[in-house]
């Protein structure tokens, strides 16, 4: 049975191969639809901030500002004060939040950031409004998820096709929506923004090292992770299906033709003044 959308729970947890992704990201692979509109002076808040690598970015994009980085989970703040305090920033910090509840007060920042956090929530319409409710007048609400029903590779897999369809009822039955990027605009429009560009891009793997990484990534993932765990205890699927989701991730990575692409949705929503 899935769960009430208010009590969903984050599908991947933090094992290594989920960091492994994590750790990637940046402002630049992740939020490029964000840079153009951001000042030195900007007050920043990032909901979900994992282990802070896009955080420390934006930090040092606004050198006049700061970065308020925010995550449910405490045990990821430490790698994510780690990797600021690494890159020498002092114009950021972070602290342990609930997007649907934030604890700050009305139009404190100038730009409210969430990347891959949406699809994980119990409720994105009112996340969305309280990421709204901080944003300060004239402020940005940026967001950006994949849709994994978007989600495309060569050659044809009939493992890879079972990886999807188990995904997608994972999240589904943790109260997430792993379709999201579709749904960012419609989610901005219920939540009250009117002021809306919705654009999309992609992360592609297909090169050697990207088939190499992005392949061993979930392979191990789909046999180690929180989401493993939440495959086989709700009985979406057996260890022997896992396995052979997993050997299917490698065997897509060994191919030369092998090409994985990932459709994202952006949202850039300005508060009414």
């Known amino acids: 049975m899935s769960k009430p959308r208010d009590t969903a729970v984050y599908t991947h947890g933090h094992h290594e191969s989920v960091l492994r992704s994590h750790t990637w990201r940046t402002a630049a692979n992740s939020a490029a639809y964000l840079l153009g509109s951001l000042k030195p002076h900007m007050r920043i808040l990032d909901v979900g901030c994992g282990p802070g690598t896009i955080t420390a970015d934006l930090a040092a994009l606004v050198p006049d500002g700061h970065v308020t980085g925010v995550d449910r989970a405490p045990e990821i703040l430490e790698q994510a004060r780690d990797t600021a305090a690494g890159r020498g920033l002092a114009n950021v910090e972070f602290a342990v939040a ?3 509840a934030l604890d700050f007060p009305d139009d404190t920042f100038c730009v409210v950031h969430a990347h891959q956090v949406l699809q994980h929530v119990g409720d994105p319409v009112a996340a969305l409004r309280e990421m709204r409710r901080v944003t300060r007048p004239g402020g940005l609400i940026a967001v950006r998820d994949s849709d994994y029903a978007a ?3 060569y050659p044809a897999s009939r493992g890879m096709d ?3 369809d188990l995904y997608r009822r994972v999240a589904r039955a943790n109260g997430g ?3 999201a990027g579709r749904r960012l605009k419609s989610w901005a429009l219920r939540a009250g923004l009117t002021d809306i560009t919705a654009t ?3 992360w592609t793997f297909s090169a050697p090292d990207e088939r190499a990484w992005w392949s061993g990534l979930w392979a191990d993932r789909t ?3 929180a989401y493993a765990e939440r495959a086989t205890q709700g009985g979406h699927a057996s260890p022997e299906q896992l396995r052979a989701v997993s050997e299917a991730w490698r065997e897509w990575g060994r191919r030369e033709d092998g090409w ?3 459709l994202h949705g952006e949202i850039l929503c ?3 003044a």
């Open 98 to 100: 609930d997007v649907h």
């Open 151 to 153: 989600m495309t590779w």
């Open 162 to 164: 079972d990886w999807l």
């Open 177 to 179: 929506e792993p379709d």
């Open 200 to 202: 999309s891009s992609t």
């Open 223 to 225: 046999l180690a992770s």
């Open 260 to 262: 994985f692409s990932v």
């Open 270 to 272: 300005r508060k009414d």
